[in-house]
């Protein structure tokens, strides 16, 4: 199993946040190490299969979430994995294989350390009404329909 994330830096009215999208993917993966010249510091190549599937899967999605590929055995934390339709972007390459998103808001009620984490419903909706960006606004209402989803199941 690999995990692809990439992570977005979104400066808003408050601090910093990172906004993050994240793919779970299974299959082969091969590492490669090799030793630069002259400085001789070591750096990996990685192929295969889990690592096109997740990095695939984390560049389509049209949001701020997650999603994992279905086949991948269920554990204990599977409560966090949930049938909801992943967006994903019309001008990438679309996913082939089946997902399921990762509940992110569940993860974080769940695990909270503080209760600052828990979303806000009203804050996702300023933010993504002052985006002037389409591209962004889709992401931002993307993500704003899947917490509301999320926070009507209880």
Request: proline share 6%.
């Amino acid at each position: 199993m690999l995990i692809c994330w990439g992570l977005h830096l979104h400066v808003t009215n408050q601090p910093r946040s990172y906004l993050v999208r994240i793919g779970i993917a299974s299959g082969d993966l091969r590492v490669r190490r090799i030793v630069r010249q002259p400085d001789q510091r070591e750096i990996e190549t990685r192929i295969g299969t889990a690592m096109m599937k997740a990095q695939c899967l984390q560049e389509t999605q049209q949001w701020i979430g997650g999603a994992i590929e279905s086949s991948i055995p269920r554990g204990e934390h599977s409560v966090y994995r949930i049938q909801y339709p992943v967006p994903q972007s019309e001008k990438k390459p679309r996913v082939e294989f089946p997902v399921e998103a990762i509940n992110w808001v569940r993860l974080g009620i769940d695990n909270k350390q503080d209760v600052t984490f828990y979303p806000s419903i009203d804050n996702i909706e300023e933010t993504a009404a002052a985006i002037a960006d389409p591209r962004v606004r889709a992401k931002w209402d993307n993500t704003h329909a899947f917490v509301k989803h999320m926070l009507t199941l209880g």
